[in-house]
């Protein structure tokens, strides 16, 4: 079992849509989650952070973490063509800083 | 603010050549990491350096160096290039010493070697 899971999509969702991403982990005591975008050829790029269970919203995105069943997801309402990219979950265990990524939701918004 | 810069941005190499990649922040961060991505692997942590002074491998090591020359800068050393090692290199800088974490990415440096 990959220590953050990702299903690799693509995802494709009609513009206007929401785009629901989910993201899995195996580390019971991680702490911080993260959700970055990439667009093609290009750099991460942060997103969103959360680190207490519930909701967090921003803008179009909202971050949801649930810790007993040990997944986190994003929602991305009234999804464009810009939003098109890979977005990468990223967790942080329960010691150290280092961040485990899973391998990318590709996400394409279809006009 | 530039955040991070890397250089060089491309570079091809001949097997068994070296190279540094560089890599600096001006975000007073303390802690620095190098990462490779690879088609269908994701993004894979090869060194990171939690403070000045201190470095720790991280899951793909092998074939890599690594120095945190101050705070500011942190660079990789490929002593003999293999074409194993042909990836997208990316800095990435953090502040470390608050559970937050969060990671802020160069724009990173595609090598080919050949």
């Known amino acids: 079992q990959k220590e953050v899971e990702q299903n690799s999509g693509p995802l494709s969702v009609p513009e206007g849509a929401i785009a629901s991403l989910n993201c899995t982990y195996s580390?019971?005591?991680?702490?911080?989650f993260f959700w970055y975008r990439q667009y093609s050829g290009k750099s991460p790029e942060l997103i969103m952070s959360?680190?207490?269970?519930g909701d967090k919203e921003d803008g179009r995105f909202t971050a949801q973490l649930n810790k007993a069943s040990q997944y986190v997801s994003l929602l991305i309402r009234d999804s464009q063509p810009s939003d098109s990219a890979t977005y990468l979950c990223?967790?942080?265990?329960?010691?150290?800083?280092?961040?485990?990524f899973g391998g990318g939701t590709r996400v394409l918004v279809k006009p | 603010n530039a955040g991070v810069t890397q250089t060089p941005k491309f570079q091809v190499l001949k097997t068994g050549q070296s190279m540094t990649l560089q890599c600096a922040q001006d975000?007073?961060?303390?802690?620095m990491y190098w990462y490779r991505q690879d088609p269908g692997m994701g993004l894979r942590l090869i060194y990171y350096?939690?403070?000045?002074?201190?470095?720790d491998k991280g899951e793909v090591p092998n074939g890599y160096n690594v120095s945190r020359l101050n705070k500011r800068e942190f660079s990789l050393r490929l002593e003999s290039a293999a074409p194993s090692q042909t990836s997208v290199y990316f800095c990435?800088?953090?502040?470390?010493?608050?559970?937050?974490?969060?990671?802020?990415f160069g724009p990173g440096t595609r090598l080919t070697v050949t």
């Open positions: 990435a800088s953090s502040e470390g010493q608050t559970i937050t974490y969060e990671q802020y």
């Open positions: 580390d019971r005591g991680s702490q911080s």
């Open positions: 959360i680190y207490s269970n």
């Open positions: 990223a967790v942080n265990k329960a010691a150290g800083n280092k961040l485990t």
């Open positions: 975000m007073n961060h303390n802690s």
């Open positions: 350096s939690a403070s000045e002074g201190t470095t």
